[in-house]
Nanobody, 118 residues
């Protein structure tokens, strides 16, 4: 099993930056695809960014050029660097893990609130 704990959320002004961290516990972290999702009030959870065990990344179109996902396997940590934040980025951000043998993200963190003021 994989345990995920997010941190780094908070209140920022529009145009500002924030870095989220996700600490992962459990076996074979380095083989997991890691992802970030978000959910705004009244909306469905949406994909933000993902990174495979070998470093391939994927981003939602609205995040490209603004958000960067990275991982540091030696610390069992994945990061989401968020730049040029917009009020519409306000949401609870979740870290998720997909083991290499799984077809979906099966492990989720508790979420961290990101609020962007205008």
């Amino acid at each position: 099993q994989v345990q995920l704990v997010e941190s780094g959320g908070g209140l920022v002004q529009a145009g500002g930056s924030l870095r989220l961290s996700c600490a992962a516990g459990g076996r074979s972290f380095s083989r997991n695809t890691m992802g970030w999702f978000r959910q705004a009030p009244g909306k469905e959870r949406e994909f933000v960014a993902g990174i495979t065990w070998n470093g391939m990344t994927d981003y939602a179109d609205s995040m490209k050029g603004r958000f960067t996902i990275a991982r540091y396997n030696a610390k069992n940590t994945v990061y989401l660097q968020m730049n040029s934040l917009k009020p519409e980025d306000t949401a609870v951000y979740y870290c998720a893990a997909k083991p290499v043998s799984n077809l979906s993200y099966d492990y989720w963190g508790q979420g961290t609130q990101v609020t962007v003021s205008s």
